[in-house]
């Protein structure tokens, strides 16, 4: 009796496999763009800057930070102070949720030049040594300052060993 059984389970099962469960195939139905959000409309009392987060693959991720006291009018800090903030690092809090910073300890910041869509940072140290990583931090971070459209926005790195870019933020 086992036998029998056994030889009419292989078609039975075939038999499954190629019928599937009864629904049939489509076509991909397109519904729109992509969510996007924005993290510091204009005029907040944000900044956004962008740190490498945890996890892998390793990329840079934004973080806001209140630069300006509730009920207080204060304008938006200038490039310079918010390039500051991004070479001092992450705050305590950011640091314990996982996130750190590939820029150098004691490099010098120039200044940022902002043009509409074009932007150059002038370092006083070198960038043809910076990571990968730490572009993306400094592209990202001047690329958001200058406007919404971030991935509009080109990027040049000059250092005292040269120049960088124009590069765009992928994030």
């Known amino acids: ?5 056994r030889v ?3 078609p039975a099962a075939l038999a499954a496999l190629v019928t599937g469960c009864g629904i049939r195939p ?3 139905v397109e519904v729109g ?3 996007t959000v924005q993290l510091a409309p204009a005029g907040s009392p944000v900044t956004v800057l962008y740190f490498i987060g945890p996890g892998s693959p390793r990329t840079v991720l934004p973080v806001t930070r209140r630069t300006a006291t509730v009920g207080v009018q204060e304008s938006s800090p200038g490039p310079d102070k918010v390039l500051g903030m991004l070479f001092g690092g ?3 809090s950011e640091e314990a949720t996982g996130m750190w910073s590939e820029l150098p300890d004691g490099a010098v910041t120039l200044g940022m030049d902002v043009d509409g869509a074009q932007v150059l940072i002038r370092l006083g140290s070198s960038v ?4 990968t990583l730490a572009r993306l ?3 990202c971070t001047a690329a958001h300052l200058s406007t919404a459209e ?3 926005t080109r990027v040049t790195i000059r250092g005292t060993d040269g120049l960088i870019g124009p590069s765009s933020c992928p994030v």
């Open 1 to 5: 009796m086992r036998g029998p059984l």
């Open 8 to 10: 009419l389970a292989v």
């Open 26 to 28: 489509t076509d991909v």
């Open 33 to 35: 763009d992509p969510a």
């Open 90 to 92: 992450p705050s305590p």
């Open 128 to 131: 043809t040594r910076l990571s």
């Open 137 to 139: 931090q400094l592209v």
């Open 150 to 152: 971030a991935g509009g």
